[in-house]
């Protein structure tokens, strides 16, 4: 080579050294341009590099092929070179020359492969970051994931623009019944085509990722929250390769606008907040939109302070049992009574609905509902042994104990703890809408009637009632909830009336003793016998009865029913 060529050669091998070496400006285009010119500079045709993320993916040939330039002309390889990275990835690149040029020297050979080498050092450094990024920053299923998340906060933060973005957490709205409806895969491309949009919407200034199942966490710009909580509301997705059928998704979602005084300590801030406000817009009656607010916080720590007190509560027996009877209209006599819960906190009666649901929201729920049994059954014993008539009395048990694998024993033990007879107990149970509770609900209520302990199906008719709860678990009473019965303003004809009737009749057909609740008017006494369900229960007779007082009925267990 002469002085001349040499010097043009280390021209290009510092422009192209120089342009691997700042990942940060690289640029494609330019990067082609030094290498054609280098292969023009060696009389090359065509160069081409092999990228393969393992050796056994080399041998079936699944890998990326670039051709990093051709002028057309045929050629034959002249150089070659085979690199194995340490993580076994295989690159590889191969130098063209075609036969109507003057031939490579052993010199020029020499060079170019040196060239090569550091090329492919360079291309399975590239491809090799690539695929960690893909590994790092992305799930299973290529939805980029909540590193992908933290990433795109802190490049925010860096720019101190996070007050002009809203963050959210969002969970698909049934997605476990769209699964079971359109199958597995549909389900999953409408996941991906949903996923799609909200990324869409978002735009390049912000990003969706999945943390895993159906649950999304995104960040925008505020300007753009209208419009994605529309799509949050619903919108229909594709879920065919064919995209001709369509089905309609939607969200429940947690919503925060960073604040201009927002500082980013950790990017679990964010996250944190955005989760807990979703998990607020899951439970039913907040509406499918929440904005996290410190309001919400502060109930938060309202329901944990009182969760709190509640346990100590437990703990210093501030829980009392009240008796509603249940009565058999055609004869007014007591046939039995429902166990319902009362708090007795500083003087004052707490109702169930203000700390059930609180209770609902962790296990305790079921250290309640033993407790109340515990008490149920030390009543049952004290009015056997004092010789009082004693009826059947019946005890909720929260949908949270169909996890406890062995919650027929720790009834039995509660039950038998006291010698109470069995057939002086009923368990109730609300209906259950998760397929696993279902077959656990079953279960155990088979269990239960084995022991001779009888059970009911409450609240008969509220939230998403199933016909099958009825038809496939063998219940003993069927209590019709207070909704469907008619008040005293519906006529005959109105959809109340009419349900009413046919869910009595339907029950009594199915051999399940029925009972309504919520009995307020003797013309709802009225409607019940001409529908032939024979038990009430309701405040016509009696509200909830601290012991004492119903002790008092259980010595004269009849009402006067006009
Ligand atoms: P539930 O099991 O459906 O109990 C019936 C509720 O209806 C009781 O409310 C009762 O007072 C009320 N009720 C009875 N007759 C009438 C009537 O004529 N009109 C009206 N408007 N209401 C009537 P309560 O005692 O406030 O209990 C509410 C719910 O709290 C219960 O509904 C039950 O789901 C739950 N609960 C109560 N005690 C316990 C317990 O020990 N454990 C569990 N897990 N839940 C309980
Ligand atoms: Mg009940
Ligand atoms: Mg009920």
Known sequence: MDRQRTDRYYQLLEQMVDAMNDPENFNRDHF????TDIAKFFRLSKGVTEFYKTISQEKIGDGEVLIDFDDGSEGRPIVARRLVTRSMAVVKGTLYQSDNVEPLTDEEKHKLDIMLRALLGFVSLNRLQNAVERMGFFDENNYPNLRSFKRAIEAINV????????????????????NQEIGREKADLAMRNYFLLITSLVGKDGIVC?????NFVAIFKNELTEKIKDAFLGAPVFYDESNDKRIQISARAGLFSIPEEFILEHYGFITEKIISTALIARQDGNGPIVKYENALLEMKEKHMKLQ????KALDNDEFRVYYQPKVDIRTGNIVGAEALCRWECDGKIIMPGEFIPILEQSMEICRLDFHILDLVCRDIRRWLAAGRKAVKISVNLSRKHLVDVDLLDHILEVIDRYEVPHRYIEIEFTETTS????TQLKQVVMALQDEGIYTAVDDFGVGYSSLNIIREIPWNVLKIDKCFLPEDSDKKSSNTSLMYTHVVSMGRDLGLECITEGVETLKQVETLRNCRCYFAQGYIFDKPLPAHEFEKRLDNPHYDVP
Do not use: P
């Open 159 to 178: 720019r101190h623009a996070l007050s002009e973005y809203t963050s959210a957490c969002f969970n698909l709205r049934h997605f476990t019944l769209i």
């Open 32 to 35: 082609i341009e030094i290498l």
């Open 210 to 214: 999945r943390m895993g199942g159906d």
């Open 308 to 311: 709190a007190k509640i346990s």
């Open 435 to 438: 397929e696993v509770a279902f």
